[in-house]
């Protein structure tokens, strides 16, 4: 005899529970694996929490011979970069999306982002060998030099020319997020209903007027959590990051002269730290670095399927 469902005249079958509870034994996982993650960074950088207080965010000296550590050096560098990554991609980013979205024909749209993709998907190390051996020196011989000469009057543009550095880790970092702010404007900007173009456009609107008034404003929330994720992005980069930005733990205050960031100080010293002090201010790094990434990306979360509803 078969059972029912109650209230109605379905056959009750056990597999629809035992999915549900699989697939929520499964969600369960992740977050218990995200808070594993978080108690265990904790817990080894309990030394150096103890030791150095709040003091750590804020101090400048990073000597393992002394054993004074103290994270701002790297805490700058990681946000100095992700900002100047920012600066040159999002506006580049939005510009294409808008063209791949609106003004683009299908032909020549759908291979360019097929490619954007195929940039996301490029491992770090390859940016990072192309930095240096690119970028690198194209910023020492030419960008560095062009810009003391025009806006050298500017602290941040002043000193010499090394090539690697502040800046040129930033304007990698600024490729590397590029093809997420492209990817997801773009998808947010084609989710907008057609109906709210027509309608603009038959007013007597322009192309520019309907993207400006109509498409931008309905994919703000989408565009933003995009920004976001990219955020993200750069402040975790490190092997590209490594490679050209010098690493030296001090605070530059230029752009040209070598850094540091919270990624590549790991990176670099972690298979060197000799004591547990050492060893744990490292560790304290990645758990100020986890938190941040942490809440930039549940930010960009929250934003994302926002967009997409309000298109």
Same mark, same amino acid.
């Given at each position: 005899m078969k059972n029912y469902a109650r209230g109605g005249n379905v056959p009750y079958r056990w597999e629809d529970p035992l999915f549900k509870g699989v697939t929520f034994l499964f969600a369960l996982f992740i977050l218990l694996l995200t808070l594993f993650i978080a108690f265990s960074l904790l817990v080894?950088?309990?030394?150096?929490?103890?030791?150095?207080?709040?003091? $750590? #965010?804020? /101090? &400048?000296?990073?000597?393992? *011979?002394?054993?004074?550590?103290? +994270?701002? %050096? $790297? #805490?700058? /560098? &990681?946000?100095?970069?992700? *900002?100047?990554?920012?600066?040159? +991609?999002? %506006?580049?980013g939005l510009f294409v999306s808008i063209f791949l979205s609106e003004f683009s024909p299908r032909w020549l749209s759908d291979p360019i982002s097929y490619l954007i993709d195929l940039l996301a998907a490029i491992?770090?190390?390859?940016?990072?060998?192309?930095?240096?051996?690119?970028?690198?020196?194209?910023?020492?011989?030419?960008?560095?030099?062009?810009?003391?000469?025009?806006?050298?009057?500017?602290?941040?543009?002043?000193?010499?020319?090394?090539?690697?550095?502040?800046?040129?880790?930033?304007?990698?970092?600024?490729?590397m997020i590029l093809p997420f702010i492209i990817s997801i404007s773009r998808e947010v900007m084609l989710s907008v209903p057609q109906t709210q173009r027509e309608a603009i456009l038959s007013l007597g609107a322009t192309q520019w007027e309907m993207v400006y008034k109509v498409v931008m404003p309905l994919s703000r929330s989408g565009i933003i959590g995009s920004i976001f994720l990219a955020l993200a992005r750069a402040l975790g980069e490190t092997m590209a990051v490594t490679m050209v930005i010098g690493n030296n733990p001090d605070i530059p205050l230029s752009f040209f002269e070598p850094g540091h960031t919270m990624a590549a100080v790991i990176a670099n010293e972690f298979t060197e730290a000799a004591s547990e002090?050492?060893?744990?201010?490292?560790?304290?790094i990645g758990l100020i670095l986890f938190l941040v990434s942490f809440v930039v990306n549940g930010i960009a979360r929250i934003l994302i399927p926002g967009g997409v509803r309000a298109a």
């Open positions: 080894h950088a309990t030394p150096a929490i103890k030791k150095f207080g709040f003091e $750590f #965010l804020w /101090g &400048t000296t990073w000597d393992p *011979v002394s054993e004074q550590f103290s +994270a701002l %050096p $790297f #805490l700058y /560098g &990681t946000l100095i970069t992700a *900002v100047i990554a920012l600066l040159t +991609a999002v %506006p580049i491992p770090s190390v390859i940016y990072g060998i192309i930095g240096l051996f690119v970028l690198v020196p194209l910023m020492r011989g030419n960008i560095e030099p062009a810009l003391s000469n025009s806006i050298g009057f500017l602290p941040v543009f002043q000193g010499p020319f090394y090539g690697v550095g502040i800046l040129t880790a930033g304007l990698l970092l600024s490729m002090l050492y060893l744990s201010a490292l560790i304290e």
